[in-house]
């Protein structure tokens, strides 16, 4: 008998723009989509200072637009980044709030666009729905194919020395997104194995995700997945491949949809807190989290890890479980040959801090239900074993 179907909901920002060298006509862009002219573009130093930026504020300067640039993000950022560029924005006077770079500064944009508008404070906006009233106009531009921050509604802040937070609402939608991905031709061979294998978590963890699993997450997570698992490769050995870096960027924007609407489990859940305590990149850590989360979720998620290794490998007449262990295996030398490090130890975290980092996982509640398998204090210290 066929199975009847759950209502579901799939929430994603009211315009994207696929073009590469987009950034170079911003101003003419940004004309067109709104009438205001104060911008803020939220972006971190590196790209500020290796002139990145330059074509699109030379556009914006030409079609009469006022920018202001807060480049004092970091990774992980904290809550006074935040603070501080949205005190620069209210003394700019900004009307439109950009964030241009890596899932940091996307997601600072996120929140400044909302705290320059409202007055809740910011302790009230932690958990899911707790923003009220709307925002200034977002726009998000990426130059990382990995977070997929353009096309989500999640902002996640460290709170205090090894803790981070997330803030879930539908006004992070951004409102305009613009996929250029001549702005990712800089970014080195180790970050663009670490993005991309984090937008392929994004995409598997969607697609296995306990609660709001969907048949239109499912289509962008297997598309996401075929298109980063087709060029992650070439994108590490040649950064200049035009083709390999717009595969990369839709493919990242599509699992950001897919885990924006049934969200990610116990890789990101783990990976959490070796950003917190030893402050690793994000899409470092989930790299380093996913083969021994994949070989523990074997037991729930083998025909659904089956059904991307038809995605990825290509179909085959193997059982579910030779299939399954057919996707893991492939992930696993796909990590291999990107190039990114494979074990905790190679990243320099210590074996006596296993027992804090499983603890500190155990908070991640938020993420921790969504896993199609249930992960307790014990089996997060296990798999912080196995990836040490």
């Known amino acids: 008998m066929t199975e009847l179907m759950k209502a579901f909901s799939f929430d994603t920002p009211g315009s994207t723009l696929v073009e590469w ?8 862009l940004l004309a067109g989509w709104f009438p205001a002219r104060r911008l803020l573009i939220v972006t971190d130093k590196f790209l500020h200072e290796a002139g990145l930026l330059e074509p699109a504020k030379a556009s914006l300067a030409a079609h009469g637009f006022t920018v202001s640039v807060f480049d004092d993000v970091v990774a992980d950022p904290p809550e006074a980044v935040l603070m501080a560029c949205v005190d620069q924005g209210r003394a700019a006077g900004a009307e439109i709030v950009m964030g241009l770079g890596g899932g940091s500064s996307m997601d600072i944009a996120k929140l400044v666009a909302v705290m320059l508008v409202s007055q809740q404070p910011l302790a009230e906006l932690y958990g899911i729905g707790k923003v009220t009233g709307g925002r200034l106009p977002l726009v998000q ?26 803030i879930v609402s539908h006004q992070l939608y951004a409102d305009r997104v613009l996929l250029d991905a001549e702005l990712t031709i800089g970014l080195p061979p180790v970050q663009t194995a670490a993005t991309g294998i984090d937008a392929m978590v994004h995409a598997i963890e969607a697609y296995t995700s306990r609660h709001k699993k969907n048949l239109l997450s499912d289509l962008f997570a297997r598309e996401a997945l075929r298109l980063l698992a087709r060029h992650i490769v070439a994108a590490c050995q040649d950064g200049t491949d035009r083709a390999a870096r717009e595969g990369m960027l839709i493919g990242a924007n599509f699992a950001g949809q897919a885990f924006s609407n049934s969200p990610v489990g116990a890789v990101h859940a783990l990976a959490y807190p070796l950003g917190g305590h030893y402050h690793l990149p994000h899409g470092l850590t989930n790299a380093l989290m996913l083969g021994p ?33 057919t996707f893991v295996s492939f992930m696993e030398d796909l990590m291999d040959r990107s190039g990114a490090p494979r074990r905790l130890r190679d990243v320099n975290v210590t074996e006596d801090s296993l027992p804090l980092l499983a603890r500190s996982a155990m908070l991640q509640t938020r993420l921790l239900q969504n896993n199609p398998v249930e992960v307790d204090e014990a089996a997060a210290l296990a798999l912080y074993r196995q990836a040490f």
């Open 141 to 166: 531009v990426p130059t990382t194919a990995g977070t997929g921050s353009e096309v989500t509604n999640i902002t996640i802040l460290t709170t205090g020395e090894t803790t981070k937070m997330g």
């Open 21 to 28: 060298g987009g950034a170079a006509r911003m101003g003419e």
């Open 293 to 325: 989360v994949l070989r523990y979720n074997m037991t729930a998620a083998a025909p659904l890890y089956a059904q991307l290794a038809d995605v990825v490998a290509g179909p085959s007449d193997e059982g579910t479980q030779a299939r399954a262990a």
